[in-house]
């Protein structure tokens, strides 16, 4: 196998130099999806592509933290308590029978994590999202994702406190 360097603006990022999370803000809209929640530390956003129904990102929003390890404790557990909102709003709007979280930051070290909706049937039960899956995403359109993301509100609004 061969290695690879990094990037080498990564480290700068990774340290909040010019963080595009961070530049972003708690913006409504940006250019991969629309938000649909807004927490107190987190912004969850339904993607414009992905693999499947209701895949969304969400975005760590209470300072810059480059990756999972350096959140305080309290972070922690702010952060996955409304991940986990987020993820039984997209259970409940769309069936999903399980969810996949992936906590990367190798292209994007500002924490945030992907939450992937798997149904029935699957391209690979069992296993995680094959390639061919991702590759065959197609954008929303515009009526789509509108309408998705208010079904997403919807459902959010009905988990209870």
């Given at each position: 196998?061969?290695?690879?360097?990094?990037p080498s603006d990564f480290f700068e990022r990774k340290a909040g130099v010019g963080c595009p999370q961070c530049e972003e803000g708690r913006a409504?809209?940006?250019?991969?999806?629309?938000?649909?929640?807004?927490?107190?530390?987190?912004?969850?956003?339904?993607?414009?592509?992905?693999?499947?129904?209701?895949?969304?990102?969400?975005?760590?929003?209470?300072?810059?933290?480059?990756?999972?390890?350096?959140?305080?404790?309290?972070?922690?557990?702010?952060?996955?308590?409304?991940?986990?909102?987020?993820?039984?709003?997209?259970?409940?709007?769309?069936?999903?029978?399980?969810?996949?979280?992936?906590?990367?930051?190798?292209?994007?070290?500002?924490?945030?994590?992907?939450?992937?909706?798997?149904?029935?049937?699957?391209?690979?039960?069992?296993?995680?999202?094959?390639?061919?899956?991702?590759?065959?995403?197609?954008?929303?359109?515009?009526?789509?994702?509108?309408?998705?993301?208010?079904?997403?509100?919807?459902?959010?609004?009905?988990?209870?406190?």
């Amino acid at each position: 196998m061969q290695l690879s360097a990094w990037p080498s603006d990564f480290f700068e990022r990774k340290a909040g130099v010019g963080c595009p999370q961070c530049e972003e803000g708690r913006a409504p809209e940006n250019a991969h999806g629309v938000r649909y929640f807004e927490g107190t530390t987190t912004d969850a956003y339904l993607q414009r592509r992905g693999p499947a129904l209701g895949y969304s990102v969400v975005v760590f929003r209470g300072r810059h933290v480059g990756d999972a390890q350096s959140m305080t404790p309290q972070e922690h557990a702010a952060f996955w308590t409304e991940v986990s909102i987020v993820a039984k709003a997209i259970e409940l709007a769309f069936g999903a029978v399980h969810l996949n979280f992936q906590l990367l930051g190798n292209a994007d070290p500002h924490v945030h994590v992907h939450i992937v909706p798997r149904y029935d049937p699957d391209p690979a039960p069992c296993w995680p999202l094959p390639a061919k899956a991702w590759e065959a995403s197609r954008e929303l359109t515009s009526d789509e994702l509108h309408a998705q993301v208010g079904t997403l509100r919807e459902a959010l609004a009905n988990i209870p406190a």
